[in-house]
């Protein structure tokens, strides 16, 4: 071999070594991040297996460096080759977003119908009476699970009397809230252009502390057709003819939900309806005050209308297989609140993030429900909409067993994870590439368990 053959053979063994050090580096890197982030999330497990892995990667490199020409620059060179493939797999596995598909007509939900208003009603009161002789067919499923202890009462209570009183209180307090919603407006309009009311309703809404808003067309189809609980009369038809719907989403605290199906869990539902009453109720308040017609809708219960519907129009996520929003920082875990409005506005457009392809494949809220009320089978069609339906007797049974609102659902969800810069770069691969799907799928289960622990929560 002449000198200039050497230098060229040389030069082209240590553009390998370059490659393939790079290549390492990189995974490195993202380890590093990870069981960083790890040990300030106290994700136990996934801190020990990302450092498991940093070690090893560490180990490879220097392995590598120690070993003679020519082997050396094949090793590295074959770690290059392998990176190469695995980002033209996740880049050339383009996702192609589904939507939550509607595939027939939409009828208006009757509130009188839905779980939580069934079991408000005593047995022997008119009401009772009334609405089993017209809806026969839940008669003895609901009176079955009337026989459990319902949540929040006094032999739950029992079994963490400080948590549980606290949320208690909390509900308490909203039920004092429920006349406060709606109001006369003033008679005289403040006028500003539909796009300037919404960047002040938006920056206001962000300002009263929620963490998501979105507006839409407030659809009829999701406005409830007659009411079925809370202060106004039962039974009434309601119209709700506001144009538009202002739909905003709190955040729940991780640290709470992650003790999930305990107290803390509930204690965290009831701050957050309390924030979203205390918000919308200000923001309709506001609007009245502009001269348009508001309306605050807020747990506890005075919804006029169907909040997760409206948020998927809104933009603010898509509903998963856990029957609920997964919006699209914070997954399930967030709290929801609405108020309905002739407030001129702008519009959000409804956005896709490939969450329906996402659940398609993840079956990880089915797998730890433990009432097994979440489908894993395929979407079935449920009035008009192909969507997997939750057991809601099922999931409510699991609740009054517990004395709490659950939420182990939302606790697994791989999109609750913490909004963070390391979690929202997973995010958004998992928005674009199919095979990056796959790949935090499997990368959940491994590092944070199939069946993830509960935790205590900081009020523990
Ligand atoms: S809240 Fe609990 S019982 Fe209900 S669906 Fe979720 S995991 Fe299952
Ligand atoms: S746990 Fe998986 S399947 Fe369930 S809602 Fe979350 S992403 Fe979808």
Known sequence: MTIKEQFITF????????AGAASLLFLICFFFLFSIYSLFEKEKRAFWFSSLFLFLLIVLCFGFFLVETPLKNWLFGGIFLLMVLDLLFLLFSPLKKAATEIIGEQRKIDERDIIFARFEYEE?????????VRMPQYKKKDDELRRIPDILSPSHIKKDPILLSLAAAEFDFLEHQLTKVSGVESAEKVQQSPPENTRKIKGILKYLGSDLCGICLLNQAYVYSHVGRGPEQYGR???????????????M?????ASAPSAPVIVETGKKYVEAA????????????????ARAHIAGSNYLAMLPPLACEAGLGELGRLGILVTSKYGPRARLGLVTTDLPLVVDKTKKFGIQNFCQKCQKCARNCPSQAISCKEKTEENGVLK???NREECYRFWRKSGTDCAVCIYVCPYSKPNNSFHNFIRKMT???????????????FFYGRLPYRKKSPLD
């Not at 022997?124 to 089993?132: A, L, Q």
């Not at 038809?237 to 955040?251: D, G, Q, R, S, W």
């Not at 590439?433 to 990368?443: C, D, F, K, R």
């Open 124 to 132: 022997g009161s008119r009401v009772y009476d009334e609405y089993y």
């Open 253 to 257: 605290d991780l640290g709470m939900v």
């Open 237 to 251: 038809e309601i119209e709700l003819n506001h144009k538009y719907a202002v739909v905003f989403a709190l955040e």
């Open 11 to 18: 030069k082209a063994m240590n553009t390998w070594v370059i």
């Open 278 to 293: 205390r918000i919308s109720i200000t923001l309709a308040d506001f609007i009245r005050r502009l001269g348009y017609p």
């Open 388 to 390: 997997w339906v939750l």
């Open 431 to 445: 928005e674009k590439s199919s095979a990056a799907q796959t790949l935090s799928i499997l990368g959940d289960d």
